[in-house]
Nanobody, 121 residues
């Protein structure tokens, strides 16, 4: 069974940095796009950043210049380096990926369980 597992969340002061990681595990044939979403209390889940299998990236306007998404295909892992964090970045961050399991001919969209990021002094 394919799973996504996030790590790296926590409490950080405004202006600080955090790096989130998300590792895919299981019987995987290939991984296409990977991304990070976030959901703050009382708000809808929103796209933060996304990276294709070819390395093309896109970011939410609110995080451009502060966050960087990257991936290590050898480790089936996607990262989100977050810098200059602001209180409004506080949210649960979810990993998302389009993965083709070894036992299927098509891809499935998977979600991780989420990791809490809190930016506060």
């Amino acid at each position: 069974q394919v799973q996504l597992m996030e790590s790296g969340g926590g409490l950080v002061q405004p202006g600080g940095s955090l790096r989130l990681s998300c590792a895919a595990s299981g019987r995987i044939r290939s991984i296409n796009a990977m991304g990070w979403y976030r959901q703050a209390p009382g708000k809808q889940r929103e796209l933060v950043a996304r990276i294709t299998s070819g390395g093309n990236t896109n970011y939410a306007d609110s995080v451009k210049g502060r966050f960087t998404i990257s991936r290590d295909d050898a480790k089936n892992t996607v990262y989100l380096q977050m810098s200059s964090l602001k209180p409004e970045d506080t949210a649960v961050y979810y990993c998302n990926a389009d993965i083709q399991p070894a036992y299927l001919v098509s891809s499935i969209n998977y979600w991780g369980q989420g990791t809490q990021v809190m930016v506060s002094s």
